[in-house]
């Protein structure tokens, strides 16, 4: 019989929030954290939109003596993971350091850190570049630093998917916490938004070049033209639900359903993953299609990907049979931080009975025949929600969510 | 050229630059023969904080001095007695 696993902890760092209440009631009500980038001149990019997370300085939240050695999405990732410790009333140093673990997707790394050391290589020379390039700018640094502040000495890892990464960590975790692990600190946060990021970015061709915020990133939408970036992510705490129970802890919900796929090769002629992520993880949470109450979609913005998405929400539920959302149109696109988001989001959506709406979607494209949340958000109880992720290269993932009274 | 002579203030400054300040740890007081490892300091800190060294006092730490070195006091003597950079390396 395999633990049922328990979120029983939030932290969220959003562009359109700091902390879970702040971007919760944001969220809600529609309010969008898109706006052209202020970090530089973004006017010699084709691309000049973004979700930037404007009010968050790690010198607030963290010991000086960790600031020289992180980047921007490190910061943020710990000051998400003290906010989730405490949201879920525990305290590591309380409990058995081999019985906690860290696993977080990541999709780029260290970036802006990067950057600021690769132009002082090339500039200065060998001898100005910092130490702590070492390990600052690589993928598993998130994972790594909020081990070592947080004394979580269990298994750990860290995934790398592109936007999938939200969910593959979180199954990861699950399968940590299935083998005994007891609490794992887990999800993704990611913060790309430099100029060599976003150049990074731009090679995949799907970034909108669309110049006014009430319009760019506009997913499922006739004028859609790609999507918007953005900056932030959600740290969960993960625990055996029994455990959980024990302790009198509060539960946001538990993880029920898990499935990841690979999309065949371009110009295959077989048909995308995606439907196969969502039909592996409805099995996995032993629950039907009609089970699912919500849908957080990937929504990608890009026309065709939109209509491979839709088609795979049909094929499973039925055209227009499930409310699908997409509340990443108030953030941008956050990589690792995306699904991370979608699944926090969810939860706190079951917690409250309301989904978010998904902005922008004026005239919903006909072979997207979904009923989009659109506008304002709807009131309806939340059972059971699917979110649904795509990482650039090929990578599909799908979770399903429970709340914690669903029958 | 001669090189400059390194003193505590430029290193309490230098490690302050490269790898912050603990909250717990005064380093403006008395310091000298406080084990680094005490003021919060790793040794990739002092990695880091050792090629700032090297240009502003205009010598080259081999890596074993730095290592060897555990006190600000034991760093500053290897630091002041090092050798002097060459033209090359400090024109770098």
Same mark, same amino acid.
């Given at each position: 019989?395999?633990?049922?696993?328990?979120?029983?902890?939030?932290?969220?760092?959003?562009?359109?929030?700091?902390?879970?209440?702040?971007?919760? %009631?944001?969220?809600?009500?529609?309010?969008?954290?898109?706006?052209?980038?202020?970090?530089?001149?973004?006017?010699?990019?084709?691309?000049?939109?973004?979700?930037?997370?404007?009010?968050?300085?790690?010198?607030?939240?963290?010991?000086?003596?960790?600031?020289?050695?992180?980047?921007?999405? %490190?910061?943020?990732?710990?000051?998400?993971?003290?906010?989730?410790?405490?949201?879920?009333?525990?305290?590591?140093?309380?409990?058995?350091?081999?019985?906690?673990?860290?696993?977080?997707?990541?999709?780029?790394?260290?970036?802006?850190?990067?950057?600021?050391?690769?132009?002082?290589?090339?500039?200065?020379?060998?001898?100005?570049?910092?130490?702590?390039?070492?390990?600052?700018?690589?993928?598993?640094?998130?994972?790594?630093?909020?081990?070592?502040?947080?004394?979580?000495?269990?298994?750990?890892?860290?995934?790398? %998917?592109?936007?999938?990464?939200?969910?593959?960590?979180?199954?990861?975790?699950?399968?940590?916490?299935?083998?005994?692990?007891?609490?794992?600190?887990?999800?993704?946060?990611?913060?790309?938004?430099?100029?060599?990021?976003?150049?990074?970015?731009?090679?995949?061709?799907?970034?909108?070049?669309?110049?006014?915020?009430?319009? =760019?990133?506009?997913?499922?939408?006739?004028?859609?033209?790609?999507?918007?970036?953005?900056?932030?992510? =959600?740290?969960?705490?993960?625990?055996?639900?029994?455990?959980?129970?024990?302790?009198?802890?509060?539960?946001?919900?538990?993880?029920?359903?898990?499935?990841?796929?690979?999309?065949?090769?371009?110009?295959?002629?077989?048909?995308?993953?995606?439907?196969?992520?969502?039909?592996?993880?409805?099995?996995?949470?032993?629950?039907?299609?009609?089970?699912?109450?919500?849908?957080?979609?990937?929504?990608?913005?890009?026309?065709?990907?939109?209509?491979?998405?839709?088609?795979?929400?049909?094929?499973?539920?039925?055209?227009?049979?499930?409310?699908?959302?997409?509340?990443? %149109?108030?953030?941008?696109?956050?990589?690792?931080?995306?699904?991370?988001?979608?699944?926090?989001?969810?939860?706190?959506?079951?917690?409250?009975?309301?989904?978010?709406?998904?902005?922008?979607?004026?005239?919903?494209?006909?072979?997207?025949?979904?009923?989009?949340?659109?506008?304002?958000?709807?009131?309806?109880?939340?059972?059971?929600?699917?979110?649904?992720?795509?990482?650039?290269?090929?990578?599909?993932?799908?979770?399903?969510?429970?709340?914690?009274?669903?029958? | 050229?001669? /090189?400059?002579?390194?003193?505590?203030?430029?290193?309490?400054?230098?490690?302050?630059?490269?790898?912050?300040?603990?909250?717990?740890?005064?380093?403006?007081?008395?310091?000298?023969?406080?084990?680094?490892?005490?003021?919060?300091?790793?040794?990739? /800190?002092?990695?880091? /904080?050792?090629?700032?060294?090297?240009?502003? /006092?205009?010598?080259?730490?081999?890596?074993?001095?730095?290592?060897?070195?555990?006190?600000?006091?034991?760093?500053?003597?290897?630091?002041?007695?090092?050798?002097?950079?060459?033209?090359?390396?400090?024109?770098?």
């Amino acid at each position: 019989m395999s633990e049922s696993v328990a979120v029983t902890g939030i932290g969220v760092i959003a562009p359109n929030g700091l902390g879970t209440d702040e971007f919760w %009631t944001a969220t809600q009500k529609g309010i969008s954290g898109i706006d052209r980038i202020s970090r530089y001149d973004p006017s010699a990019y084709p691309t000049r939109l973004a979700g930037e997370v404007k009010d968050f300085e790690g010198g607030e939240h963290l010991a000086n003596r960790l600031l020289p050695q992180t980047d921007r999405m %490190t910061q943020m990732a710990l000051v998400a993971s003290d906010w989730a410790l405490a949201d879920a009333g525990l305290d590591p140093a309380t409990l058995p350091e081999f019985g906690m673990g860290v696993v977080t997707a990541s999709a780029s790394g260290g970036f802006e850190f990067a950057q600021k050391e690769l132009q002082k290589l090339w500039s200065k020379g060998p001898g100005y570049v910092s130490a702590y390039q070492s390990f600052a700018w690589f993928y598993a640094v998130n994972t790594g630093q909020i081990s070592i502040r947080h004394g979580m000495r269990g298994p750990s890892g860290v995934l790398v %998917t592109d936007q999938a990464g939200g969910l593959d960590a979180l199954g990861h975790a699950r399968r940590h916490i299935r083998k005994g692990t007891g609490v794992v600190l887990s999800d993704g946060m990611d913060a790309s938004l430099s100029p060599w990021g976003l150049v990074s970015q731009l090679t995949t061709g799907r970034l909108s070049p669309t110049a006014d915020p009430e319009r =760019a990133y506009a997913p499922f939408d006739t004028s859609a033209d790609g999507y918007l970036p953005g900056e932030g992510g =959600a740290i969960l705490v993960l625990e055996r639900e029994s455990g959980a129970r024990e302790r009198g802890a509060r539960i946001y919900g538990t993880i029920t359903g898990y499935g990841a796929t690979f999309d065949p090769r371009p110009g295959s002629g077989r048909e995308p993953g995606l439907r196969r992520a969502i039909e592996t993880a409805l099995a996995d949470a032993q629950v039907a299609p009609a089970d699912i109450d919500v849908v957080f979609a990937d929504a990608s913005g890009v026309r065709e990907l939109d209509r491979i998405e839709a088609a795979a929400l049909s094929a499973v539920f039925g055209p227009r049979a499930v409310p699908v959302t997409a509340p990443k %149109t108030m953030t941008g696109r956050l990589y690792s931080g995306a699904a991370s988001l979608d699944a926090a989001t969810a939860l706190l959506a079951m917690r409250d009975g309301v989904v978010p709406p998904t902005l922008r979607v004026t005239d919903q494209a006909a072979d997207c025949a979904i009923d989009l949340v659109r506008g304002a958000a709807r009131e309806m109880p939340v059972h059971h929600a699917l979110v649904v992720a795509r990482g650039h290269g090929g990578f599909n993932a799908a979770l399903v969510l429970r709340a914690p009274d669903a029958g | 050229m001669t /090189a400059r002579e390194l003193t505590i203030a430029d290193l309490t400054r230098i490690l302050r630059e490269c790898a912050g300040e603990d909250e717990g740890v005064d380093l403006d007081g008395n310091i000298l023969d406080t084990l680094f490892a005490d003021l919060g300091y790793d040794s990739l /800190a002092l990695l880091e /904080a050792s090629s700032s060294i090297e240009r502003e /006092a205009g010598v080259k730490l081999s890596d074993d001095a730095v290592s060897e070195a555990r006190t600000p006091r034991l760093l500053l003597a290897a630091v002041n007695a090092g050798i002097p950079a060459t033209a090359s390396a400090s024109a770098a």
